[in-house]
């Protein structure tokens, strides 16, 4: 089995280059900051009110800003330099720990406790996938993420049925919650 690495070859003016990277990097500071506010704010939340749903999503806001990090080069250039090592497992690591904290959070905010049997063990099975295959990333590395993108999919799917599901079942909220996930991720 051969792989083919397809790499896209521009050429630039100096002058246009420079701009599109200061745009590049405009829009990734204010997805930081943006991320960065929503996270403080969150984790405010959490310790005022108690409630674990906040310290969840506040959970899946800094593996989200430290994937964002990662994805950009900024952690490996600040945190990390001469150490590319590292990256092999800091990417997938990022995104299954947004994964833990997504599920997490949306086992809270929809009430999983409050759902059906079937709703409530499919919610363990994903928890416990998305953790088992946190256990072996550093040992294999980026090698995890042909599992792991499949599973991503399936946690997506599974949120987004439950959120349906909730609020067919009278959950109110939970349209807030399939407002918040859509403008989230479309952004």
Not at 73 to 81: C, E, I, R, T
Not at 101 to 114: C, D, E, M, N, Y
Not at 153 to 178: D, E, M, P, Q
Request: glycine fraction near 6%; proline fraction near 3%.
């Amino acid at each position: 089995m051969s792989k083919v690495l397809d790499l896209p070859l521009r050429i630039w003016e100096a002058d246009t280059l420079g701009r599109r990277k200061h745009n590049v990097h405009t829009l990734v500071g204010l997805a930081f900051g943006a991320l960065t506010i929503m996270f403080i704010y969150n984790l405010f939340i959490s310790f005022m009110l108690w409630d674990r749903g906040f310290l969840y999503y506040s959970c899946f806001l800094i593996a989200m800003i430290f994937y964002l990090g990662v994805g950009q080069g900024y952690a490996s250039h600040y945190l990390w330099p001469e150490q590319t090592l590292i990256n092999t497992f800091i990417v997938p690591l990022s995104i299954e720990f947004a994964m833990m904290g997504l599920l997490l959070f949306a086992g809270s905010f929809l009430q999983i406790t409050k759902q059906s049997r079937g709703w409530r063990t499919a919610y363990q099975i994903s928890l416990t996938l998305i953790i088992l295959f946190i256990l072996p990333t550093p040992f294999i590395g980026a090698k995890v993420l042909d599992i792991v993108f499949p599973l991503i999919l399936l946690t997506f799917i599974f949120v987004l049925s439950l959120a349906i599901h909730a609020w067919l079942n009278g959950y109110k909220a939970a349209r807030f919650y399939l407002i918040r996930g859509r403008s989230f991720f479309l952004s």
